[in-house]
């Protein structure tokens, strides 16, 4: 079992509001784990500090065995690591084609001479991608390639959050952070979304997923193991049966005191 | 289009005909030369007026389809026709200084406003001291022209790297401070340079200084140009250059579009966040955007300097910028063709409406909101990305 991703005493704090508390926490190859809590536990905190979107205000993160606190999100995107978000964050005007491209940043040449003037081989390196993309989006929803080249703005919530998964696979991450990817769908959709998902870890090899979700039949259903947060500490961990028996758990969640 | 197309729907198509968007531009050259030819305000004020109805006609009965349609499958051709359409509008014009340079000035705004498009249409950037950066051109020109042998040529492109540098004092506070307070850092600069050339006694002080004019290869651009029996007006030698420096300026903003360097420009501008996190530079590719813009905004300049043979501090003022900026939301930002077509408006419009003429600040105000209010995205708003027009799936 190697570690990909440790967290260690991680803190951030907001004015007063301590959004994580020296938490720990440790992600192993290989595996999905499901990060839960109630609102506001630091669940979404974690995935900005890790993403170097916030600095921490202490502690440190490994990944890969490299210490990676306050690296930038552009040092996160290349070490490996991709995201998706809570509120969707496409770009609505462009294209879906656009969108993927956006994930592929790093695999695009992007000096100004060659993308100015050295149009054949852009064209070649825009045909590479494309088929790339299109190979991709056909994996999961063959309706979707025959329509990379329309604007995201039209499309249903369910194929946003498709495109921003492929936005995120296309990177070939190491690391993959699903922020609450259900948000706004019917069940119906998170369904078929659950199932998108655990075919990207049937067909990518070396993929870690973490994913935040509030609907508890997603979690049991997609993840191997689970961490509980609230108010910014662990307080349980182990697979989904275990940590919803929980009585720390059941609190946190419901109030019983 | 149709209701019931997807608004991909043509990239499955046949390539659209050439012949509604060449009867377009052939209309539109008459209609200009008309509109230029025109002397009496009674016959100026009914060709607009006929234009309205002719657009807002032809749109009713669905002719604008085909005509974007061909304009988006064959721009090439289609760019190529609006060349010859403008030669033949200063071949129409070829003795008359007033609609030549009405002519030249439509050019160079629109080498100018490309350049505010890359910053605010692709980048988001904001830039209220588009006239500053233009007027940095000019007096480049003034200065290298009166004291320096640079040939002339250069002398566009060092006006050009002058305001790109120049733009680079405010890129710190630019990159530091978002949206309206990068604006308001550009609005800032537009002030201080126009009373910078009101104190600077070396640069003429309030009275401005005369530019010499253009001479390339020993061929002076302010005389007229006399071939056989044919007596042509010296403007005819800076529209020769405009229309060459206008070409290769859609060329290259166009190809920036249409390149991965447009897609970072437009992630960025949409969400800075997300595109961080896929491994975009932020602070990269706005410094790209601003310097590109200011050095087209720059070369422009430095141009009509030559060709208005004076500069002086009141010709770039922060009102001048807001002239560069509505043409931008007037046409489409993100869009050239919509550069182009409010560029012909904006400059054309005021010049011919003599009577208008000391409202024209009004005029644009009005243009802004009613475009603002009724067509937000623009008279032209801009397209989904066609990296290579030609490609098909």
């Not at chain 1, 609907?215 to 500490?233: A, K, P, Q, S």
């Not at chain 2, 749109?59 to 064959?74: E, T």
């Not at chain 2, 250069?154 to 790109?164: E, F, Q, T």
């Not at chain 2, 630019?174 to 340079?193: E, K, N, P, Q, W």
Request: charged share 15%; proline share 4%.
């Amino acid at each position: 079992m190697n570690v990909l991703l440790e967290a260690s005493k991680l803190t951030r704090r907001f004015g007063g509001v301590v959004a994580l508390d020296q938490l720990d926490l440790t992600v192993v190859e290989n595996e999905i784990l499901g990060l839960i809590g109630p609102n506001g536990s630091g669940k979404t905190t974690f995935f900005n500090v890790v993403t170097g979107i916030y600095r921490a205000d202490g502690g440190t993160v490994t990944f890969g065995g490299a210490d990676v606190t306050g690296a930038s999100p552009q040092a996160m995107c290349r070490a490996g690591v991709s995201r998706t978000f809570q509120r969707s964050r496409l770009s609505l005007p462009l294209s879906i084609f656009d969108n993927i491209m956006i994930g592929n940043h790093k695999r695009l040449t992007q000096g100004l001479w060659f993308n100015l003037m050295r149009r054949g081989a852009l064209r070649q390196e825009f045909e590479v991608s494309y088929r790339a993309a299109r190979k991709l989006v056909e994996m999961f929803e063959p309706a979707m390639a025959d329509r990379m080249f329309e604007p995201v703005a039209g499309l249903p919530m369910i194929d946003r959050r498709r495109i921003e998964i492929f936005r995120a696979l296309v990177n070939r991450p190491r690391l993959l952070l699903l922020d609450e990817p259900s948000a706004g769908m019917t069940h119906e959709e998170t369904r078929e979304l659950m199932d998108d998902i655990l075919q990207v870890r049937e067909l990518t090899r070396n993929l870690t997923i973490v994913i935040v979700e509030h609907e508890m039949g997603v979690i049991e259903r997609v993840t191997d193991r689970c961490v509980v947060l609230n108010f910014g500490r662990k307080i349980a961990e182990g697979p989904y049966r275990q940590v919803a028996a929980d009585r720390q758990v059941q609190e946190a969640y419901l109030g019983v005191v | 289009m149709s209701g019931s197309e997807a608004p991909g729907g043509t990239w499955q198509k046949p390539r659209a005909s050439l012949a509604p968007g060449a009867a377009a531009l052939v209309f539109a050259t008459i209609y200009l030369i008309a509109l230029l030819a025109a002397e009496r305000q009674s016959i100026i004020i009914g060709l607009l007026g006929l234009a309205i109805v002719v657009v807002l006609g032809a749109n009713w009965l669905g002719w604008l389809v085909p005509v974007s349609r061909s304009f988006a499958d064959r721009e090439d051709a289609l760019a190529a026709l609006a060349v010859v359409g403008a030669v033949a509008i200063a071949a129409f014009f070829r003795d008359n200084h007033f609609s030549l340079l009405l002519v030249v000035t439509v050019l160079l705004y629109t080498v100018a406003t490309l350049g505010l498009n890359v910053q605010f249409g692709y980048a988001g950037v904001l830039n209220f001291a588009g006239a500053s950066f233009f007027g940095i051109g000019a007096y480049t020109s003034a200065v290298l022209n009166a004291h320096t042998a640079v040939p002339h040529i250069l002398v566009l492109l060092i006006g050009g790297m002058l305001a790109a540098l120049v733009g680079s004092l405010l890129l710190l506070p630019v990159l530091r401070t978002r949206g309206h307070y990068a604006a308001v850092v550009t609005i800032a600069f537009a002030l201080l340079f126009k009373t910078f050339l009101e104190v600077n006694d070396v640069l003429g002080g309030p009275q401005g200084m005369p530019v010499k004019g253009m001479t390339i290869l020993g061929w002076p651009f302010n005389d007229n140009v006399i071939i056989g029996r044919l007596d042509l007006s010296f403007y005819i030698n800076y529209f020769a250059v405009s229309l060459v420096l206008l070409v290769g300026s859609f060329i290259l903003v166009r190809r920036l579009e249409r390149s991965w360097i447009g897609l970072n420009l437009d992630a960025l501008r949409l969400d800075e966040t997300a595109a961080a996190c896929f491994g975009l530079d932020i602070a990269r590719w706005k410094i790209t955007a601003f310097l590109f813009g200011n050095f087209l905004i720059g070369i422009a300049g430095a141009l009509y300097g030559m060709v208005g043979g004076f500069v002086a501090p009141n010709n770039y003022t922060f009102a001048d910028s807001l002239i560069l900026v509505s043409i931008l939301l007037l046409g489409g930002i993100g869009n050239p063709w919509g550069v182009v077509i409010a560029t012909i408006v904006v400059v054309v419009l005021p010049e011919k409406l003599q009577t208008i003429q000391e409202y024209r600040f009004l005029l644009y105000a009005v243009m802004v909101i009613a475009v603002l209010l009724f067509r937000p995205q623009g008279l032209l708003p801009r397209p989904v990305r066609r990296y290579f027009p030609r490609w098909r799936p």
